[in-house]
Every structure is written in C-alpha cells, then in structure tokens.
C-alpha cells in the first residue's frame, strides 16, 4: 500500500527549494571538479616536465658506468624523497637506484604513465603510485626514472571527501529550508482560504490578512481587499437602488389600487367604470416605463443591447406604415407625408444614451 505524501511535500514551495537546492550542488560539483582537473592536470605536467627532464640527463650518459652515475647524482639531489630512479640489466635485474624490481605494466619507451612501484629506502621498502617513464639504451639496458605522486592522489581524496561531507549538510539545510517554507505558506494559504470562504458565505466586511510587508503576497492581499471595499460599496449602491425602486413603483401602483376600488365601489354606470379602468392603466403604463427603463439602463451598463440587432431596411418599412395610415387620413379629412433622413446615433454608455430619430413626419 502506497502511503500519502505529507501536504507540504506536494507544494510548489517545497518542489522549487528541493529543485534550487539539486542545482547549487550540481553547480557546486561542477565546480569543485573543474578546479580538481584543472590542479591535477596543471600538477600532473610539471611532474612530467622534471621526469623528462631527469631522463634526458641520465640518457646523455655515454657509458654503463656514466649512467650508473648519474642515477646516483639524481636521487642524492633529492631532499624531499619523491624521486624514483633506477637501471636494470637486459635480464631485468637491478643494477643501480631505488626501485626493487621493473614493474611488468610500465611500458618502455612509451609516454609517462601512473604506475604502482616499491620503493628502496634505508628504512626499508614502501610501494606507492608514481609517475614514471621507462626508455631502453642502445646497450639493452633499461632506465626508469619518476617520481612520486601520493600527494596529488591524496590531495584529490581529500577535496573529494571535503566536497561530499560539506554537501550533505547543506543539501540537508536546503531541504529544511524548503520544508520550513513550504510550511509557512501553506498556514498563510490556510487563513487566506478561511477568510475567502467566509467572504463566499456572504460576509462582504471580512477582509485577506496582511503583515504590513512588502512581500509579494501582501501585495496581492492588500489588492484584494480594495476590490472587496469597491465590491461591498457596490451591494450597498444596489441596495439602495433597490429601495429606492420599491418606494418609485410603490407609489403609483398604490394610485391604481384606490382608484381601482373607488371604482369598484363608486360607479354606476359603465362610462364611469370605463373611466377609472382608463385611469388605472394610465398608472399601470407609469409603473410599466419605470421597469422598462431599469431593464434598459441593465442593458446598457452590460453591453448586451446591440446584441439583437440586425440591418432594417428603413424606407420600406416606412412605405408600409405610409400605406396602412393613408385610408385612415383621408377618412379623417387629413394628410400625412414622409420622407427620408440621414440616421444618426451615437453608441450608448452606462451614463448615456442618445439617438436621433430617423423620421420626420408631419400629420394635420
């Protein structure tokens, strides 16, 4: 069974401190190896420089007994003991220098190389890495001089223990960091959500918290409580509009009721009754523009009020309502005549609203 992450493992905080953290040691590691090669390198060729130096004076040596000499020379002229040198017969045994026996992996005549060699010393033998080259004179002999490098070999196993003890420690310290971070956001995330539930549920005063920083959070907090300020002085703007309303359409709509009952109460014959039926939907038609007006400013103020508009061919539609009130005039001893304009109008806003009318008629 698969066991659950812990929450803070699953943030995003979490995820880039870990991924901030593999990078610095990958860049660490790089660098410390690329500052490893380059000293080892760097020693490497001068310990080759002194090897080959030390190898053309020996092999300047005319005779057995010159060369014999001048492996001598070389390792008395050590005051360190780093130097190896030594010559060996055409049967491989040891005729002059400090190294026991000619190893079987050192390669004569070829280009230096590391090569685990013992050492002669007064105290007895050592065996340890050298770097060493081996030529053969033109008698059979064989020459081999080097030198040694176990404080290269140790000084890389220092730097490498050096570098893996010091990254564990702060690959360990990052990830806390991450932890510790991870943690910290996630408790602010926590009440931010709290607050934003309770903001949901309808308390328009509840406001995301802020610890006067200069962080970004803060700065995205501090953003959203000035939307909820605009937000709460909305609601109470369309609460007051709402009231206000319900005291417009009170008003008339009480007119209708009385007069309503009045007729009701009152009339006697139906011209009466007729009247007050006409005077009710006078105040019903006052009731009826005050809605049709809000309806229209909504419109507006949300851009939908062209969504339904289309081309209209004017001057036919005109030609028609001409052709069907014609008889109607000339029944009524009157003319009507029309004709044609230009159509200006201007784009409605939640402020304005303004058209010039397309007609121009006259009736008498």
């Not at 929450?7 to 860049?27: D, I, N, P």
């Not at 409580?225 to 007051?240: C, G, H, P, Q, Y």
């Not at 009524?332 to 007609?359: D, F, G, V």
């Amino acid at each position: 069974m698969r066991l659950p992450l812990p929450e803070f493992v699953r943030t995003t905080t979490f995820r880039w401190a870990v991924g901030a953290s593999a990078a610095f040691a990958l860049c660490t590691l790089l660098m410390f190896g690329f500052a490893l090669f380059a000293t080892i390198r760097f020693t490497t060729q001068n310990i080759d420089t002194l090897v080959t130096g030390a190898m053309e004076r020996i092999e300047r040596a005319s005779t057995r007994d010159a060369v014999i000499q001048a492996v001598e020379d070389h390792l008395q002229e050590d005051t360190r003991g780093v130097r190896l040198a030594a010559l060996f017969g055409a049967d491989g045994q040891r005729i002059a220098g400090n190294i026991r026996a000619l190893p079987s992996d050192l390669r004569v005549d070829a280009a230096q190389q590391y090569v685990r060699l013992t050492r002669l010393e007064a105290r007895g033998s050592e065996r340890a890495i050298f770097r060493a080259v081996a030529h053969r004179l033109a008698n059979g002999d064989t020459v081999v001089v080097g030198r040694d490098v176990s404080e290269v070999v140790q000084f890389e196993r220092i730097v490498r223990e050096t570098l893996t003890l010091g990254l564990i420690p702060a690959l360990a310290l990052s990830i806390a960091t991450g932890i510790l971070l991870s943690v910290r956001a996630q408790r602010r995330v926590s009440l931010v959500n709290g607050r934003v539930q309770r903001i949901m549920a309808g308390d328009l005063r509840e406001r995301l918290p802020t610890r006067d920083s200069n962080d970004p959070f803060d700065k995205l907090a501090s953003g959203v409580n000035k939307m909820l300020d605009e937000i709460e002085t909305l609601v109470k703007s369309i609460a007051s509009v709402g009231n206000d309303i319900a005291h417009d359409l009170r008003t008339p709509l009480t007119r209708v009721r009385i007069c309503l009952e009045r007729g009701r109460d009152n009339a006697k014959t139906p011209e009466e009754l007729r009247e007050v039926i006409n005077q009710a939907i006078v105040r019903l038609d006052q009731s009826l523009a005050v809605i049709t007006a809000l309806l229209r400013i909504s419109e507006i103020e949300h851009t939908r009020r062209f969504d339904a508009f289309r081309k209209v061919a004017l001057v036919d539609l005109l030609r028609e309502v001409h052709e069907l009130y014609e008889p109607i005039s000339e029944d009524r001893n009157s003319s009507c005549r029309w004709r044609p304009m230009r159509i200006s109008m201007r784009m409605p806003t939640a402020t304005s609203y303004s058209k010039r009318l397309p007609i121009s008629s006259t009736t008498r």
